[in-house]
């Protein structure tokens, strides 16, 4: 059967559910990518056409089966329920995944990162999923360089992302990839979600809200975002939340999942890269507004982060905006 292609300009998403499917994650690429201008073409499909079960006591109907796989410029595997993870492919779902162009983008979200190890799709790569199977993950698929901390790993074509709500933002890192922080940002003002959250998953797993009665650090924080450029010190960031060195450290590390160090260049690289894509600011200029104390060290940063310079960066998102 004959499957006609997306439009000219729009990029095809396809969203492959399974039995145990979870309906919220199912839904996400849909809310997140429909909400970007027309930039996106959602469709969903399952390995044989037929509805699937989800986690949930109904089962949903999908309009596609497995031959539109073969369309998509990125395909997004939705997570199931931990009784439905696979532990080997069927000849189904083998079929299914074999029909994805070699150039098409994968995305994992949750617990479909084992159907992506399961395939050999993640052998040699950095991955994530969901923090409370990172351990059988681990023992299924010890090719698999598992990062257990973070929302999402981004790791070329193959992407995964962590529990639930990580879908999310995964879903909004590659509309920010494709076409830039503003539209990104546009997309999570519509869909109501932070578009770009703290930290990683990390700061969810043992304690996922202070202590009752305990000071946060999110005044801090703040402060800190509106203060970028200056040289902001572990010392500085205590004494603004009238906390000791180490208890600020600790109680950082349980709201955010990421020392204070860490945080704030994350932050610095945001800023930078929101610089790099809506102003002509020199490198040297755009890494004095963030606070990185020379272009050089921006660069060193930014590779770090993304894999490139500032130089392509800003060539690739200019190149983005022209299509």
Known sequence: MSVRRAPSGVERVVVLALDGVYPFELGIPSRIFGAADGRYEVLTCSVDGRPVRSN????????????????????VVASMATQYIPTELSAELAGALALIRPDARIVSICTAAFVLAAAGLLDGRRATTHWQVTEPFRRMYPRVEVDPDVLFVDDGRVLTSAGAASGVDVCLHIVRTDHGSELANAVARRCVVPPFRDGGQAQYIEQPVPESGAASTAATRTWALERLDEPLTLTDLARHAR???????????????????RWLIQQRVARARHLLESTDLAVDQIAAQVGFATGASLRQHLHAAIGVSPQAYRRTFQAATLR
Request: aromatic share 8%; hydrophobic share 40%.
């Open 243 to 261: 906390m000791s060195r180490r208890t600020f450290a600790r109680r950082f590390g349980d709201e955010v999942g990421l020392s204070p160090g």
């Open 56 to 75: 949930a006591d109904f089962t949903i109907g999908v309009e596609h089966g497995p031959e539109i796989l073969a369309t998509a410029d990125t395909v």
